[in-house]
C-alpha cells in the first residue's frame, strides 16, 4: 500500500500537463555569451555549473528525494544549442500536438523568442546537421519516416549507464575532481594529446563542482524550509534531506537514503546537462543491495521506509519529461525518457543475483503505476522459481511491465561483441531492450530504417506509392518482373541503398557531436573516461560498439513476399501486374485478391515457409550493416527494437502484398504483425526464435498481447513463467505482454479521465494508455490478445 505522500505525488503525477521550463535554456544562454572564445568543452562544463549554481532548487510537497529540472513538478526543458528551429515552429501549437503536447506560455515563447534563440542561430547542432548532410541522403533521412535519426541530431545522444560500482559511490564527485587533478599534475610533457587531455579533466571538474553545488543548495533549501515548518514531522523529514544533500554526491553513500537520493542527482545532472534519452539507472537492486542491508541490520531504516524511497525515486523518474519534435514524438510516443533499470541476472562470478530489492522493485512498479523507470528483468534457467513468479505476476497486473529478457542471450550478445566474460555476465538493459554494461559508450539507436518502404521502392520503381516521389535506386517496371527471385533481389539492392543513407547520416552526426557536444559530466560517471582523460564523444570508454541500426517491418516485409512468392510464382493464382493494380489501387475492387493475400501463412504462426524470409531478411540485413564502419572504426550493429516507430513508418508507405491497407501501421522489433499471430503465444516465440538472434547487439523485442483471464490465476501466472523459460531455451532475448483487456481498452478511449493510470505496453516501453494518439492506441487494440498457451 502506498503512503499518503506517494500517493499524493502520484495523484500529481497522472492529473498534471507536461510544462515546459525555459530556465536551464536561459542560464546555459547567458553563460555561453560570457564564455565566447573558450573552447568548447571548458564552455559547456562552465554552462553546466552556472545551471547548477543558479537554476531554482525547487522541493515539493511532502518530497523526501529532491531535485527538479525547473520549477514544474511534471517538466520538460530545452536544450536549443541542439535544435532550438523545431521549438520555434512548433511552440505555438505546443498544447494542440496530436502526440505529447506541452504546456507552454505566450510569455516563455516571448521570452526564448526574444532573449534566446538569436543567440544560437547558426550555432546548433540541427543547423550544422542539416548543412552538411549530402542532399540525396537528406532526401530519405530528414522527417520522411524512411530512414529516421532525428532524435541524434535535435537532441543528446544519450545512452549511458553510470557506474555506481567503481565510480560514483566509490569516490563521489569530490573523488572525482580529487583525481583528476592527480592525473593533470601527472600531465607534465606538453603535446596536443596531453593539452586535451588537461582541458578534458578541466571541465569534469567545473562539472562536478556544478552538481556538488546544486546538491549543498538542496541542502540550504531544506535546512531553510525546516526552520519555517510547524508539523514536526515534516520538520525531521527536511532535516534529514538537509544532511544527506550535504553529504552526497560530493562524497560516497553511507546510507540507502544516502545512496538513492545520489543517483537522483546523478540522473539530474545529466538531465541538466543534454536532455538526453536513455540515462540509465542500471542494475539497481545490485548497487543498492549493501546499502539496503546496512540499513536493516543496523536499524537504520525499515523495510516499509526504504519500500517508500524506492517508490519515491521512482516519482522522480517519472516527473521529468522528454521534450522532443512532433517527428521525434510519432517515434517515442507516450512522453518516455527511456531510463532503463533492470533487476535479476547473475552476478559477475555467475551466481544468482536475485535480492531483496528485485522483489521490492517489482513491487514498486506495481504500487506506483509510472511509466518510469523501465523496469527489466533478467531471467536464467536457475533463478529462484519465487522470483520469476513475482515477474509473471506484475505481467498479469496489466502494467506493461517489466521487459522480460533471457540472461543467457544477453550474456551471449556482449561477448559476441569482445566484451570479457565477468564485465558480459554484469550487463544491464538499455533504452528499449539493448544489452549493455557500465562501462561502455554507444550509440545504442542511431537510425530507424524503414524495411517495408525497400520492398515498396522495389515494386514502384524506386518510387514511393503515395507521393510519387523518387526515393530510392533506379528499378525496372515491376510488372516485367518474372520469378520471385528477381523481386528479391531487387529489394535487397533498395533495401542496402536505405542502410548506406543511415550509415551516412549517422555519420555526419557522429563527428558534429564530437566537434559539438563533448559530454563532460557523463564522462565523469564512466571508469575508463578518468582514468585516460578522454571524453566520451572520443571513445573514452572501455567498450564503444558501433551505432545501432534499427529495423521496423519485418514482419509486414516478410509476409508480403511470401504472399508475392505464393500467389504469383508457385500457386500462379494470379500474375504480378494483377498483384501491382491492386495494390496501386490500395485493394480496392480487388477484394478477392486481397483475402487471398490474408490467407498466405504469415510470421509469427510457427511456419518455416514465411519465418525463413524474416530470418533471411534479419541475416541480410546484419551482413550488410555490419560491414560499414562508424568514425571510430567500430562496426554499425543492427536491431529490431520497438519503440513507436512502426506507426509513422507505415503512414508512409503504401498497400503491401500481404494485404495490409495504405498507411496502416507496420510491425515493430520481432513481432507479428497486428491480428496475424492466429495460434498460439508459443508459436509467436518460436517464430521470433528462429531468428539469429545474438548478432542483433542492438536487441530484439517481440511485443505479444496475451488475455486478461489467461494470467489471473497462479496457475495461468505459472505457466507462462514456464513458456518463457522454454522461449529463452530456444535462444531468445525478449519478450513483454500487454494483458488488458480489449474491453478496458475501449472503455478508456471513451472515458480517459476514468482510467489517467492505465499503462499499457507501447513496443519496447510501458506508458500512460490517456497519452497516447488515437492511432497509437488503435494499433495497440488491434494487437490479437491470445486466450490460450
Request: charged content about 25%.
Amino acid at each position: 500500500m502506498l503512503t499518503k505522500r506517494i500517493e499524493d505525488a502520484r495523484q500529481n503525477y497522472i492529473n498534471s500537463k507536461t510544462a515546459i521550463s525555459y530556465e536551464r535554456a536561459r542560464i546555459w544562454t547567458e553563460s555561453h555569451k560570457k564564455t565566447e572564445g573558450e573552447s568548447i568543452p571548458i564552455r559547456r562544463a562552465k554552462a553546466f555549473k552556472d545551471t547548477c549554481q543558479q537554476l531554482d532548487v525547487e522541493i515539493f510537497d511532502g518530497e523526501i528525494i529532491v531535485g527538479a529540472v525547473g520549477e514544474f513538478r511534471k517538466c520538460g526543458i530545452l536544450t536549443p544549442e541542439f535544435s532550438w528551429t523545431w521549438v520555434d515552429r512548433e511552440m505555438d501549437n505546443f498544447d494542440k500536438r496530436v502526440q505529447d503536447p506541452y504546456v507552454m506560455t505566450d510569455e516563455q515563447r516571448e521570452y526564448v523568442r526574444k532573449n534566446i534563440f538569436p543567440y544560437w542561430k547558426g550555432k546548433s547542432l540541427e543547423e550544422s546537421f542539416l548543412s552538411r548532410l549530402p542532399e540525396d541522403t537528406a532526401k530519405v533521412a530528414v522527417d520522411t519516416g524512411i530512414v529516421d535519426n532525428d532524435s541524434k541530431w535535435r537532441q543528446a545522444v544519450g545512452e549511458i549507464t553510470p557506474d555506481y560500482q567503481d565510480v560514483l559511490f566509490k569516490k563521489g564527485f569530490g573523488g572525482i575532481i580529487t583525481e583528476a587533478k592527480k592525473h593533470m599534475e601527472k600531465l607534465n610533457e606538453v603535446s596536443a594529446e596531453n593539452l586535451k587531455k588537461k582541458e578534458f579533466y578541466q571541465s569534469v571538474i567545473l562539472t562536478s563542482e556544478g552538481i556538488i553545488s546544486l546538491a549543498k543548495r538542496y541542502s540550504q533549501k531544506a535546512s531553510e524550509l525546516a526552520d519555517s515548518e510547524t508539523n514536526e514531522d515534516r520538520k525531521n523529514e527536511l532535516k534529514k534531506v538537509a544532511e544527506v544533500c550535504s553529504k552526497v554526491p560530493e562524497n560516497p553513500p553511507s546510507t540507502f537514503h544516502e545512496a538513492i537520493q545520489f543517483v537522483w542527482f546523478t540522473q539530474l545532472g545529466g538531465i541538466l546537462s543534454e536532455n538526453p534519452l536513455a540515462l540509465n539507472v542500471g542494475r539497481f537492486d545490485q548497487f543498492m543491495y549493501p546499502y539496503y542491508k546496512s540499513d536493516i541490520e543496523n536499524n537504520i531504516m525499515n523495510k516499509e521506509q526504504i519500500q517508500e524511497l524506492i517508490e519515491a525515486l521512482w516519482l522522480k523518474l517519472s516527473e521529468w519529461v522528454w521534450t522532443i519534435s512532433a517527428n521525434t514524438a510519432e517515434f517515442f510516443a507516450g512522453y518516455n525518457q527511456f531510463q532503463n533499470l533492470t533487476i535479476g541476472g547473475k552476478t559477475r562470478d555467475g551466481k544468482d543475483a536475485v535480492n531483496e530489492l528485485s522483489y521490492m522493485a517489482l513491487e514498486a512498479t506495481e504500487n506506483v503505476k509510472t511509466h518510469q523507470p523501465g523496469l527489466s528483468v533478467r531471467i536464467h534457467q536457475d533463478c529462484p522459481r519465487e522470483f520469476l513468479d513475482a515477474v509473471t505476476h506484475l505481467v498479469s497486473k496489466g502494467t506493461g511491465f517489466p521487459a522480460i529478457h533471457s540472461d543467457q542471450a544477453g550474456y551471449q550478445m556482449l561477448i559476441n561483441a569482445g566484451y570479457e566474460p565477468e564485465d558480459a555476465r554484469d550487463w544491464n538493459n538499455c533504452g528499449c531492450v539493448v544489452p549493455h554494461f557500465r562501462k561502455t559508450g554507444e550509440w545504442t539507436s542511431a537510425v530507424n530504417i524503414n524495411i517495408t518502404a525497400a520492398l515498396e521502392f522495389a515494386l514502384n520503381k524506386g518510387c514511393s506509392r503515395i507521393t510519387g516521389e523518387k526515393m530510392g535506386v533506379d528499378e525496372k517496371e515491376p510488372k516485367t518482373f518474372t520469378s520471385y527471385e528477381e523481386i528479391e533481389e531487387a529489394f535487397y539492392r533498395q533495401f542496402d541503398n536505405l542502410i548506406k543513407h543511415s550509415v551516412i547520416s549517422t555519420l555526419v552526426a557522429q563527428n558534429l557531436h564530437k566537434e559539438m557536444v563533448p559530454r563532460p559530466f557523463l564522462s565523469s560517471c564512466i571508469e575508463n573516461c578518468i582514468d585516460e582523460g578522454v571524453d566520451l564523444v572520443d571513445a573514452g570508454a572501455k567498450y564503444n560498439l558501433g551505432p545501432v541500426l534499427t529495423g521496423i517491418g519485418l514482419a509486414v516485409t516478410a509476409n508480403s513476399l511470401a504472399a508475392i512468392k505464393k500467389l504469383v510464382y508457385e500457386e500462379k493464382c494470379t500474375d504480378i501486374e494483377t498483384l501491382i493494380n491492386a495494390i496501386d489501387a490500395d485493394w480496392e475492387g480487388y477484394e478477392e485478391l486481397r483475402q487471398k493475400a490474408l490467407s498466405v501463412s504469415k510470421y509469427g504462426n510457427n511456419i518455416n515457409y514465411v519465418d525463413d524470409i524474416a530470418v533471411n531478411i534479419a541475416n541480410h540485413y546484419y551482413k550488410e550493416s555490419h560491414r560499414y564502419k562508424d568514425i571510430n572504426g567500430n562496426n554499425f550493429n543492427t536491431a529490431f527494437m520497438g519503440i513507436s516507430n512502426y506507426l509513422p513508418a507505415g503512414k508512409v508507405v503504401g498497400a503491401t502484398p500481404c494485404g495490409r491497407k495504405s498507411r496502416e501501421p507496420l510491425s515493430e522489433g520481432v513481432s507479428p504483425f497486428a491480428g496475424s499471430d492466429t495460434s498460439t503465444p508459443l508459436a509467436a516465440m518460436r517464430s521470433a526464435a528462429r531468428l539469429n538472434q545474438d548478432v542483433h547487439s542492438g536487441g530484439t523485442l517481440l511485443n505479444l498481447r496475451l488475455s486478461e483471464d489467461l494470467v489471473k490465476t497462479k496457475r495461468g501466472q505459472s505457466n507462462l513463467g514456464s513458456m518463457i523459460q522454454a522461449f529463452f531455451a530456444l535462444g531468445a532475448f525478449h519478450v513483454q505482454f500487454n494483458t488488458v483487456s480489449t474491453e478496458t481498452l475501449l472503455d478508456a478511449q471513451k472515458h480517459p479521465e476514468n482510467y489517467k493510470d492505465l499503462l499499457v505496453r507501447v513496443a519496447g516501453y510501458s506508458t500512460q494508455f490517456v497519452n497516447l494518439s488515437r492511432s497509437m492506441q488503435d494499433a495497440i487494440i488491434a494487437r490479437n490478445a491470445h486466450d490460450k498457451f
